[in-house]
DNA sequence: CGATTGTTTGATATATATCAATAACCGTGG
DNA sequence: CCACGGTTATTGATATATATCAAACAATCG
């Protein structure tokens, strides 16, 4: 911890509390060995609205993502879509066991992202021996992540499934520095996905969707400005709706 | 893989041709170490319909089941259930990041598995160095698998969910030896799990499970002989709804 | 063999999807 | 800065897939 250093500052941009959606491996990289990691990635910029990984190509590299979101989404031959989940700062995409990858991602705004040769992780976890501890606390972390996904699909209502989603978008990674110090207070966070992007996200419709979200306002629960910006005024209440406790 | 042996071998089961549900450590074991192996380990027999893993207790112990199916749930407090997975043999459990539980392990039928420590697993992977690799690329096929459900909970209709899960069943892990071998018959599977287990799995209800059956019947997909074995007539066709080619 | 539990089928209700019309927002260019 | 056009979001009316409620039926087990 002490001695760490994170990849994120190894290519330039900094951690906050994030505990990263995917895999992070903040905190496991010396400082004498920062040099040997950056030979190791290259920069990569991508524009709004981009794919930079797409389901079913080679999976010849993995990224770190070190700004911007992305969204992570299947497709169905007719269209349907269902988004995995929204990177962010300091998750790892693209690890996947097999050669393809299973999942397309797309930049959420301007992205950038330190991309590493498929091949360079055997090297990277020998050289960097807690990475690997990381990587697999990360992973079943990851996992049970998709379990709660699960229930959330199955078994919650739309009112539930977008409380449960503003709650997850509270998390101190997601908001900046200055509001989320109250956490007691009302929390207003950036909204970088359209209604689509989190209607495919709930597998609901952007009908259903902004339906709930008026809601939600007439009852006192949030505020928005705009749809890109929403403030939460009663956590808790969100909290026990996303439980389903009422 | 040529001097491999099963975890299942050294606890006195034969594993098929599964690849594990859930994390499987299939030929990462050399016979020479299969008494330490077994030392680290106690047989377990668990009766059907008992816990032996429960959502949020210490999570002391991981798991190999040996013989028979599990089924993975996460509850709600009004008492909403999703079934997270079946486990069969090979698969790996509770080997949750976290010191909890992230879900309850329930036998369908009765369930032999085998029990590790939740502290020798370090000293397990020291010893059988393939068995992390192993297990890193197993994790990660399970994410992918859950990605697929994920899928199938926000965007598939009734049909389409309970072909996936008919096809899912149709693994040669599941079929009896003598059933799998001409792939393109008519495949007879049994079905331990209740019209309530798959309800649950598919996030619909008993009575929607029951009819999509029904409908599967009469259009000569499937034929049934009583609730818990199910004859697939057209796996192709059912692939295809399952897909959502029709 | 009856009693109990689980499954299937039927009738109806409802949450959410679909279709359709405004309304708000956003970038652009005057 | 404002007007404009296109996009995205909201709201409304209706349809529909699935849930819910209820009954008959089948399987299981003593």
Not at 84 to 107: K, N, R, V
Not at 122 to 148: T, Y
Not at 231 to 241: E, F, H, P
């Amino acid at each position: 911890m002490e001695t760490g250093r994170d990849l994120m500052e190894a290519v330039g941009e900094r951690c906050g509390h994030c505990s990263g959606r995917s895999v992070s491996i903040c905190n496991v990289i010396d400082d004498a060995d920062l040099p040997a990691l950056v030979a190791e990635s290259s920069r990569v910029i991508v524009p709004s609205g981009r794919c930079f990984i797409e389901e079913g190509c080679a999976a010849d590299h993995f990224y770190v993502l070190t700004g911007g979101r992305a969204k992570l989404f299947n497709l169905m031959v007719d269209g349907r879509r269902q988004i995995i989940g929204f990177a962010e700062l300091g998750d790892f995409l693209g690890l996947a066991s097999s050669d393809a990858y299973a999942f397309t991602a797309e930049a959420l705004g301007d992205v950038t992202l330190c991309r590493f040769s498929h091949s360079s992780i055997e090297r990277l976890v020998e050289r960097f021996p807690r990475l690997r501890g990381r990587l697999q606390k990360e992973a079943s972390s990851e996992l049970v992540k998709m379990q709660s996904r699960l229930m959330l699909l199955g078994r919650k209502t739309a009112r539930e499934r977008l409380a449960t989603f503003l709650i997850e978008q509270a998390r101190p990674c997601c908001v900046y520095a200055e509001q989320w110090r109250n956490e007691n207070g009302p929390m207003t966070l950036p909204l970088p996905m359209s209604r689509m992007d989190i209607a495919d996200y709930l597998g609901l419709t952007i009908e259903t969707v902004s339906r709930t979200f008026s809601l939600f306002k007439r009852e006192g629960l949030i505020s928005t400005k705009g749809a890109s910006s929403v403030t939460l005024l009663a956590l808790g209440n969100l909290a026990d709706i996303a439980n389903g406790l009422e």
